[in-house]
């Protein structure tokens, strides 16, 4: 996943240097009477600079993303859906078996749905009240 995150990253620094590159061309005129080269060539390093801000930004933003704690409400979603679906009464293995959750995922969301007193236990069952 960092070979595609470092050339997303490339890619939007580049065109970030191109279109600084076309705005100091046409001295950010969309229909330029008279071109400038020598000032986007003189521009250059600046120009450059704004390619690696941004690549910069783009590999960081999704770097942060990536690291993210996974969100605990959508397992609990996901872990009441199954039991609205049995009918309002479910087992773990239910949860297991008809969601994307693995068992310490699952295991967590059922917890938290007891301890905020939306699932209660009996036995191996789980009930809503």
Known sequence: MDVLRLLLSLVA?????????AIAYTHGNPHPNAPDPDLAFTLLPLELV???????????????RQQGEPRS?????????????????FTFQDVLSRSPLGEPQA???????????????DGDTYRLP
Not at 13 to 21: C, E, Q, T, W
Not at 73 to 89: C, F, K, S, Y
Not at 107 to 121: K, N, P, T, W
């Open 73 to 89: 409400d959508i397992a609990d979603r996901m872990v009441l859906r199954v039991a609205h679906r049995q009918g309002g009464t």
């Open 107 to 121: 295991r967590h969301a059922v917890d938290r749905l007891l301890e905020s007193g939306q699932v209660r236990r």
């Open 50 to 64: 704004v390619g690696l801000v941004v690549g910069l930004f783009t590999f960081r933003a999704f770097k942060r």
């Open 13 to 21: 620094g580049a065109g970030a240097a191109l279109v600084a590159y």
